[in-house]
């Protein structure tokens, strides 16, 4: 059983088209990160979020982390083929050990 | 910018066969990972490593081991490798932290077992 469990598993969306990729968990973390992986390479993050509640903006992209600390959203505005990628979260315990989403795969089509 | 290195992109090995997946960091970072990826499932980890010999087993350590005789250098050993381990390898590196440091990763290594 994941610990992370990511919604939608698959998307397919037209170019300018809004977006929501959720990530539950019953567990707390001390930090939840997102991170975007392209076919051929590892994974890159894109924000941590430590704090409940707490939202970061990049560019386009808002991620929120829940009061509990429990779950976390992306959400994509006006969504573009370079959003296309495989999406996911992870969440951080003390000293380092993370767990892994089963991961979000969005097709952006132009 | 942080580089880590995974020696091989694709590797074919028979089964039975010891196999090495190396991998190497060039930031100094304390912390080092292996994981494996395969569909619908995500990233599992296998073995980590916070400091130079130390190791602490993932989530999924059966049918592997690991070695750390150098900071950069963090290696993933299957000693006798089987079917079910053909999987997208990859390792990661980080700062040492309240797991809150973000992990950098290599471009994966597919292991295909025959």
């Known amino acids: 059983t994941q610990l992370l469990e990511q919604s939608p598993q698959f998307l397919s969306i037209q170019e300018g088209e809004n977006l929501t990729v959720y990530c539950n968990s019953s567990?707390?973390?001390?930090?939840l990160q997102w991170y975007r992986q392209e076919p051929g390479e590892g994974p890159v993050l894109l924000v941590t979020?430590?704090?409940?509640?707490e939202v970061k903006k990049l560019k386009r992209l808002t991620f929120q982390f829940g009061d509990a600390r429990k779950d976390s959203s992306l959400h994509i505005t006006a969504a573009q083929p370079g959003d296309t990628g495989l999406y996911l979260c992870?969440?951080?315990?003390?000293?380092?050990?993370?767990?892994f989403g089963s991961g979000t795969k969005l097709n952006v089509k132009p | 910018d942080v580089k880590v290195t995974q020696s091989s992109r694709y590797l074919v090995k028979r089964t039975g066969e010891k196999v090495f997946l190396e991998c190497v960091q060039d930031?100094?970072?304390?912390?080092m990972f292996w994981y494996r990826q395969d569909p619908g499932l995500g990233l599992r980890l296998i073995y980590f490593?916070?400091?130079?010999?130390?190791?602490e087993k993932g989530d999924i350590p059966e049918g592997y081991s690991v070695s750390r005789e150098k900071k950069e250098r963090f290696s993933l050993i299957l000693e006798s490798a089987s079917t079910n381990q053909t999987s997208m390898y990859l390792c990661?590196?980080?700062?040492?932290?309240?797991?809150?440091?973000?992990?950098?990763f290599g471009d994966g290594t597919r292991l295909s077992i025959l």
């Open positions: 990661a590196s980080s700062l040492l932290g309240q797991g809150n440091q973000p992990q950098h």
């Open positions: 567990s707390v973390f001390s930090s």
């Open positions: 979020v430590v704090t409940g509640g």
């Open positions: 992870a969440g951080g315990e003390n000293f380092n050990k993370f767990y």
């Open positions: 930031m100094d970072h304390e912390n």
């Open positions: 490593s916070y400091d130079v010999k130390m190791k």
